[in-house]
């Protein structure tokens, strides 16, 4: 129980483009979701933190307006990098908040993005 | 602020050989401990996670995690590692209240296995 669908696994896009990328609850309600970005070799940093139905709290440093996260749904969370350029190249996790017996935190496989 | 340190950025061991990395944490109230691993360019997976009661945690893959909180810590322990238990190994703290529910993460430990 508690899966997180993050799609797409991987992304090469050109400089300048924008993208999506999705990730969603599969068995459960994720009332949170948190984005992380990850550098090679390097540990996971969070980005923001995004609550169903409200503007997502980012961390300090990350340019609100270059990733733009929606959570719309209880089922759904995107990150969208906006105008990409070669150094927002990253490995981007979502993790939703998981309540209840099974409590603590379920991770998506990861989106590996490449601009080119 | 919770922090957690992962002091040992790359463990190599033997297989069949026994392993333990270590996490130390900081946090003022009662924390919540998780152990992940993640294989190249995988999300993580949870090994185990420490709430309360009992100390000795047991999780998956034969691995086990002692909290001991007057030395700050949550080291992972397996007694036989196996070749396919190489991959990087995150230490997590929570926080208890739901007003701060973020995730800090260590550094990670990168373990080698060799035959």
């Known amino acids: 129980g508690a899966v997180v669908s993050q799609h797409p696994s991987r992304v090469i896009c050109k400089s300048g483009t924008s993208v999506k990328i999705e990730c969603r609850s599969l068995?459960?309600?994720?009332?949170?979701m948190f984005w992380y970005r990850q550098f090679p070799k390097q540990s996971l940093m969070l980005m923001a933190t995004?609550?169903?139905?409200?503007?997502?709290?980012?961390e300090q440093g990350v340019e609100k307006d270059k990733f733009l996260i929606n959570h719309a749904s209880l089922t759904l969370s995107t990150l969208t990098v906006t105008s990409a350029h070669p150094e927002d190249s990253s490995f981007y996790i979502c993790s939703a908040r998981v309540y209840g017996f099974s409590y603590g935190y379920t991770f998506g496989s990861g989106t590996r993005l490449t601009v080119v | 602020a919770q922090s957690v340190t992962q002091p040992d950025i790359h463990i190599t061991v033997s297989e069949g050989a026994s392993l333990e990395l270590r996490c130390n944490y900081s946090?003022?109230?009662?924390?919540?401990l998780f152990w992940y691993v993640q294989s190249p360019g995988q999300g993580l997976q949870l090994l185990l996670k420490y709430f309360s009661g009992d100390t000795l945690v047991q999780g998956i893959k034969g691995f086990e995690a002692e909290f001991k909180r007057s030395q700050s810590s949550f080291n992972l322990r397996k007694p036989s590692v196996h070749w396919s238990d190489a991959a990087e190994y995150f230490c997590?703290?929570?926080?208890?209240?739901?007003?701060?529910?973020?995730?800090?993460f260590g550094t990670g430990t990168r373990l080698t296995i060799i035959p």
């Open positions: 997590a703290v929570g926080a208890e209240n739901f007003g701060n529910e973020k995730l800090t």
């Open positions: 995004s609550n169903e139905g409200s503007k997502a709290t980012y």
């Open positions: 068995d459960f309600q994720a009332t949170t």
């Open positions: 946090y003022g109230a009662t924390p919540y």
